[in-house]
């Protein structure tokens, strides 16, 4: 699984553990999917810049 499909799936456990009252839970899940979709914009615009830059091969 890739970082945007994880933090997918946590904001998807944050709000199912919230409607059925798990409060704590969800708030957990909540805070580990925006560190998630927070590292994936991060790597997304460096991997843009370098592609606009005209670096072709990082590895």
């Given amino acids: 699984m ?9 904001v998807v456990i944050a709000v199912v553990a919230g409607l059925l009252g798990f409060t704590g839970i969800a708030a957990g899940a909540a805070v580990i999917a925006r ?10 615009l460096i991997f843009f810049i370098l592609l606009a830059l005209g670096v072709t091969a990082l590895f």
Avoid at 2 to 10: D, T
Wanted: no cysteine; proline share 0%; glycine share 10%.
């Fill in 2 to 10: 890739g970082i945007l499909e994880l933090a997918i799936a946590a």
């Fill in 35 to 44: 560190w998630l979709f927070g590292i994936f914009i991060i790597l997304a």
